[in-house]
């Protein structure tokens, strides 16, 4: 049975990150879980390194119940980018680190906001650094404020799901960094990498290299970069069903040339996608794919879910024209799953 | 001034390898404002010990840095050697005291960079 610490500060076992994860033995038996609380934002972030791990020995890190901007009343209508008071929000900018770092196997990042402020000699903000295809990120946001190159998220070989990935400070970044010298395969599966337009183009979505072992994307949306998707590197075999405001993405079914203003409810400040949308309904239903987006929200019903981190659902009781209750609009007019 | 939380003994990990990229004696776990409200476990795990001292924030920085060079795999580049400090039983042995008050001087003379790894 998997042992469970609260980190947070009043009351909580741990206050800091860190100080969770130097607590958790080296061999981690039957699983550690470290549940953070939103008492505060956390102010400094964590490296996860030099365990032991398997299957059975796993480290996680998570939101307590009701804790997470997934767990939030208004989950559904709030913007769509970091915002403590929605949940457990982690700032920081470690000298020389990333401020989520794992470098272990069988390590989970579930439920966060992930936030970069400002420069060091490493920028990134979570990073998985080599050789952990059983690790996971899935369900955070993350976002860098500092006006410098970086990989908002970089991953080796581990999966990222219903991740996104906003650059709202600018310089040559990437938003998703995908390179493994040999392995596993990284997988980005429904993700989201945005560039505020504020900005201006610039950077890359979605980076991957003909150097490494080929990565895969699918059902990913990258919107407001120079270059959406890099042009070599990626597993086009299994890749696809991705969307981009500019050339189409790896693999086939991909949405591209959307009008990035069409997409998002903003493209500076809520990066839900909204009716209209060009990817909505148009991902993959591969079953391996995350049955829930971002917010929890259950994908397709049965048919295909959208593409990116968020899936996009009419308000109840119909859409902002009362014609649709439950349902989706799609481009160009067809519906699904509604009840007229 | 600041709290730091600092391992006072190695964590173990018989894989060498990896035991090299865990905290060890001497470095800081985390860096906290002062008064900051240390959990219970964090007041009183004999791993620990929480110093309280004035700092510059390029000392806090370096403390808490790893290597800028990526192939060192230690998450510290610095460590306080506490054979430096005046009164080594302060972060050794029982727990006196919560938090150990100690000047700026104490603590960076103490401060030290860490042998190359091989």
New interface residues.
């Given amino acids: 049975m998997a042992t469970t610490n609260t980190i947070g500060t009043t009351g909580r076992d741990y206050s800091t990150l860190q100080s969770w994860e130097d607590a958790v033995p080296a061999t981690p038996t039957g699983g550690y879980i470290g549940e953070c609380y939103n008492d505060s934002e956390f102010t400094a972030g964590v490296v996860v390194d030099g365990h032991t791990t398997s299957a059975a020995n796993f480290i996680r890190l998570t939101c307590a119940s009701g804790q997470s901007f997934q767990d939030h009343a208004n989950v559904r209508t709030n913007p769509l980018i970091y915002d403590q008071t929605k949940g457990v929000g982690v700032v920081a900018s470690p000298f020389g680190d990333a401020v989520v770092r794992v470098s272990d196997d069988y390590v989970e990042i579930l439920r966060l906001q992930i936030k970069r402020t400002a420069i060091s000699y490493v920028n990134a903000v979570l990073e998985f650094d080599g050789g952990e295809s059983n690790s996971l990120a899935k369900d955070c946001i993350v976002q860098k404020t500092h006006n410098a190159d970086a990989d908002i998220v970089r991953s080796r070989e581990t999966p990222c799901r219903n991740v996104i990935a906003i650059d709202t400070g600018g310089g040559t970044s990437v938003g998703f960094s995908a390179y493994k010298a040999a392995g596993a395969s990284p997988k980005l599966l429904n993700c989201t990498a945005v560039r505020s337009s504020a900005l201006g183009a610039g950077g890359t979505g979605f980076s991957a290299s003909a150097s490494y072992a080929p990565s895969i994307a699918v059902n990913c949306a990258s919107f407001g970069w120079s270059t959406d998707y890099t042009a070599t590197g990626w597993d086009t075999t299994n890749s696809g069903y991705n969307a981009s405001d500019g050339t189409a993405g790896p693999g086939g079914n991909s949405q591209d040339s959307l009008t990035y203003a069409d997409q998002f409810e903003s493209t500076t400040a809520d990066f839900r996608t909204k009716s209209g949308c060009g990817f909505i309904g148009t991902g993959n239903t591969d079953a391996t794919l995350a049955p829930n987006d971002i917010s929890g929200t259950a994908r397709g019903a049965g048919t295909a879910g959208d593409i990116g981190a968020w899936e996009f659902q009419a308000a109840a009781g119909g859409d902002p024209e009362g014609r649709l209750v439950g349902g989706k609009l799609l481009r160009g007019g067809l519906l699904r799953g509604g009840v007229l | 001034m600041a709290e730091l939380?600092i391992?006072v003994v190695d964590?173990?990990?018989?894989?060498p390898v990896?035991?090299?990229?865990?905290?060890r004696a001497g470095d800081v776990?985390?860096?906290?404002p002062d008064g900051?409200?240390?959990?219970v476990?964090?007041r009183t795990?004999s791993e620990?010990r929480i110093i309280r001292v004035n700092l510059l924030a390029t000392t806090v920085?370096a403390l808490?840095?790893?290597?800028?060079n990526p192939l060192v795999?230690r998450?510290r580049e610095w460590k306080l050697d506490f054979s430096l400090l005046p009164n080594p039983s302060l972060v050794s042995g029982a727990r006196t005291q919560e938090i150990v008050p100690l000047t700026r001087q104490q603590v960076v003379a103490a401060v030290v960079k860490k042998a190359a790894e091989v």
């Fill in positions: 939380l391992r964590k173990v990990q018989p894989d990896k035991a090299e990229r865990l905290l776990v985390s860096v906290c900051w409200p240390w959990t476990i964090e795990n620990w920085e808490i840095a790893r290597s800028s795999r998450r």
